[in-house]
């Protein structure tokens, strides 16, 4: 198995700028979660999905961030506009129905300038 | 969810030491499972002890709960310099999704 994918790894923009941040769980996986680490907060949960289904979202930070899960394979999280105190590391996690063990990707490194 | 709070922030051990990490909790849990991250990587996944276990072992890993005080520990025996990395508990509740506390980073000195 592939693991969890994230793209991209690395993204530099500017403030004001869309970015979407892409995650493909592994296969079979139905629940499907986002977290954002930096120093000075550690690893946040943003939201997460259960059978494409959002179920908890209280994490997202304010309106600039969304989610969608179009189907059990794939799931974006969108930030625009984005700002400079977005810089963070944004991680991508999926479980598997009866098993709490979460499985991370590698990670998008953000930089907002 | 609730998270866990490790304990101590960050450790320092020369190689071939043991190191033991702590973690502590506030409600009552289904288990509690520990994770490691490297350095520009994501958390991998290490054990999970359930509520009604009060021990496990993994190659050289041995976790401990209490559940009576909330509490919960991870030694690694025989420490290696690869073991650098910062280490999370977390609590699990029975909903889907964890979170997690500062972790504890630990530095094993070759």
């Known amino acids: 198995d592939a693991g969890v994918i994230q793209s991209p790894r690395h993204e530099v923009t500017e403030m004001g700028q869309e970015v979407t941040l892409r995650c493909k769980p592994i296969s079979g996986h139905n629940s499907l979660f986002w977290y954002r680490q930096t120093m000075m907060r550690g690893l946040e949960l943003l939201i997460y999905?259960?059978?494409?289904?959002?179920?908890?979202d209280s994490g997202m930070p304010e309106d600039r961030f969304s989610a969608k899960m179009p189907n059990a394979s794939f799931s974006t999280l969108k930030i625009q506009p984005s700002e400079p105190r977005d810089s963070a590391v944004y991680f991508c996690?999926?479980?598997?129905?009866?098993?709490?063990?979460?499985?991370f990707g590698p990670g998008t490194r953000l930089l907002v300038l | 969810s609730q998270q866990g709070e490790e304990d101590p922030q960050a450790l320092s051990i020369q190689e071939g030491e043991n190191a033991t990490m702590n973690c502590s909790y506030k409600?009552?849990?289904?288990?509690l499972q520990w994770y490691r991250q490297n350095s520009g990587r994501g958390l991998v996944h290490l054990i999970l002890?359930?509520?009604?276990?009060r021990e496990k072992h993994s190659g050289r890993l041995r976790v401990t709960l209490d559940t009576s005080k909330k509490s919960s520990s991870l030694l690694i025996t025989a420490s290696r310099a690869a073991d650098t990395a910062s280490y999370f508990c977390a609590p699990h509740t029975g909903r889907r999704a964890l979170t997690f506390g500062s972790g504890t980073r630990l530095q094993v000195q070759p």
């Open positions: 999905f259960n059978n494409n289904v959002p179920i908890d």
């Open positions: 996690a999926s479980s598997s129905s009866g098993q709490e063990t979460q499985y």
């Open positions: 409600t009552s849990i289904n288990n």
């Open positions: 002890i359930r509520s009604n276990e």
